[in-house]
């Protein structure tokens, strides 16, 4: 279990992951609540901490019709707290490689060591899903990654709070090419079996389901929402937004691109109508530096070291969270123009960021995109 953070340290946390979260909200939903009639929806907000970033929810809820009582206001807060329970349910339960319960970590436990290991029907789903993007991008993304990425250990260093790395500035230790190559030995989709709803892989190898839980997420909030009163949603789970539904005003959601160079900006808007998906992945996300140089969280498998492909983030729009949000990552370690091939292979539109702050699109993209920021 994560130590519970006092409320102080808490809010410095969320004050560290949320900035440019809360940024990119800022801009995403400006939504009027004027002139409220008995029948307008409710309007329930919520930011909290889950799967190691930030929650924020914005959820319209149907207000009964003229002539029928109204649901008690408590009962319409738990959509929040439900969602926010969901998500964490699904870290712990599922998709943690940290948390003891979960599957992911009895998988690495017991399969790391070479054992055939059953798996129930959702995990086998995922894993399947994520192989067909690994054949798909010709190993750019991989699961398999996990001892690579525990070397970098990106992730803990960039949710340490602000205390904790002022007085430990030099604590990172980068991994080195020993480790690294060690590591890239027991990475390989290709060297993992799934069959008779079982999985094996050799002996030491470790799965990281970190590019895919924020999308998962996403469409199991979306079955949530749809069982639900809920006439219209924006929530955000770290870099992937769902959007649902209608505002009360009909006009359309707008989710905002962060911009790389200075995270509290943004490179443009999408505007977007009923439900959709969006993530993305930045080098600007998760990182470290070390001697001026930035490493980040996303990983070239070729290499063992942090994808250099030209790009600082990759955007991807579709319907479905999950292939938005491992989509994004693929695309961004494949670069931008291996990376356009793929989003038009799957059908789904993406923004390109490259390192110089200019920008590329799909053509269908054109459609959602407003740019806010004159490219350079
Ligand atoms: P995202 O922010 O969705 O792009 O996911 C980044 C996370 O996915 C990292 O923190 C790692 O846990 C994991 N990851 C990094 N590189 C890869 C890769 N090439 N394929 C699959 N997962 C990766
Ligand atoms: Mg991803």
């Known amino acids: 279990m994560k130590p519970v953070l006092s409320k102080n340290r808490k809010c410095r946390k969320i004050s560290k992951i949320v900035r440019p979260v809360l940024a990119l909200l800022f801009l995403c939903s400006m939504i009027f609540m004027t002139g409220c009639s008995r029948t307008s929806p409710r ?61 992911i970590f009895s998988i690495n436990e017991e399969a790391g060591k070479g054992t055939t290991v059953p798996l129930s029907p ?46 430990h500035p030099t604590q990172y230790k980068l991994p080195n090419k020993d480790e690294l190559s060690k590591a890239l030995t027991l990475t390989g989709y290709e060297k993992l079996t799934l069959e008779n709803q079982s999985i094996r892989m050799p002996e030491g190898m470790s799965l990281d389901l970190g590019a895919v839980g924020k999308g998962i997420a996403l469409d199991e909030i979306l079955t949530l929402l749809q069982e639900r009163e809920v006439s219209g949603a924006v929530i955000s789970v770290g870099g992937s937004i769902l959007t649902y539904g209608e505002k009360p005003d009909k006009s359309p959601w ?63 729009l579709t319907k479905s969270g999950f292939l938005s949000d491992a989509l994004s990552t693929a695309c961004f370690v494949l670069g931008e123009e291996k990376g356009m091939e793929l989003a038009k292979q799957y059908d789904v539109e993406a923004i390109f960021v490259r390192e110089d702050g200019s920008i590329s699109m799909t053509q269908g993209m054109q459609a959602y995109f407003h740019l806010s920021k004159p490219e350079k």
């Open 122 to 167: 959702g995990m086998e789903a995922i894993l399947s899903q994520c192989l067909e993007i690994s054949r798909a991008s010709g190993g750019a993304f991989d699961i398999t990654i996990g001892e690579v990425a525990g070397l970098w250990d990106i992730d803990t260093w960039a949710a340490m709070d602000d205390d904790t790395l002022n007085n």
């Open 43 to 103: 309007h329930l907000t919520d930011t909290d901490t889950a799967m190691g970033t930030v929650i924020i929810q914005q959820i319209y809820v149907d207000a009964a019709p003229r002539g029928f009582a109204a649901s008690a206001p408590n009962e319409e807060e738990d959509i929040t707290e439900e969602v926010l329970a969901h998500i964490r349910k699904l870290e712990t339960e599922t998709l943690s490689k940290r948390v003891k319960e979960s599957e």
């Open 254 to 316: 707008r989710v905002a691109i962060a911009d790389p160079d200075d995270r509290t900006g943004s490179i443009g808007v999408l505007n977007l109508t009923g439900q959709w998906c969006i993530s993305t992945s930045g080098d600007y996300e998760r990182y470290v530096e070390v001697d001026g140089i930035r490493y980040h969280h996303l990983i070239d498998p070729g290499t063992g070291y942090p994808a250099r492909s030209g790009l600082s983030s990759v955007t991807i």
